[in-house]
């Protein structure tokens, strides 16, 4: 089996990650971590904490923040990232994700969300994008 889990650092997505790896361990299976970065939208990177106050866009700095922070979650599992176009809506995040989790087989894809329990397909949730592949489990994670 393999463990998806799309990662940008929220704690929703902390909490998936938290998730996906309990379940590999016990498992025995791989987690592939991946992160959607728009390209040169610094303001995005900032807000998210991928880059410092004031610097302006720079994609090894984004990557490697985003590198240890997988890493001190879940150190065994694999990172990547994927790009989108500048202007962000939950699809252009949500399009990579199901392309990458399709190219690597994925089974379950771990989402992290505020609204589990609640309403999951709202307007912006990209969770519920995500979601709408049947190639893949999806894996809804209430953050805490």
């Known amino acids: 089996m393999t463990f998806v889990v799309p ?3 929220a704690d929703r997505t902390v909490a998936a990650l938290e998730r996906a790896r309990e379940f590999a361990e016990a498992l025995a299976e ?3 971590v991946v992160s959607v970065v728009p390209s040169n939208n610094a303001a995005y990177a900032r807000e998210r904490g991928w880059l410092p ?3 302006p866009f720079d994609m090894k700095t984004i990557v490697s923040t985003l590198r240890e922070q997988v890493h001190d979650i879940a150190p065994e599992a694999a990172f990547e990232y994927e ?4 202007s962000v809506t ?3 995040i949500a399009k990579p994700v ?3 989790a399709k190219r690597n087989d994925a089974d379950m894809v771990f989402v992290g969300s505020d609204d589990a329990g609640r309403l999951v397909t709202t307007a912006s949730s990209v969770g519920s994008r995500i979601a709408t592949d ?3 489990d999806v894996v809804l994670v209430r953050s805490t």
């Open 134 to 136: 049947g190639s893949y």
């Open 30 to 32: 791989d987690v592939l």
């Open 98 to 100: 199901r392309k990458f």
């Open 83 to 86: 790009l989108c176009s500048r």
């Open 90 to 92: 939950g699809n252009r």
């Open 7 to 9: 990662f940008d650092g």
């Open 53 to 55: 106050a004031g610097e």
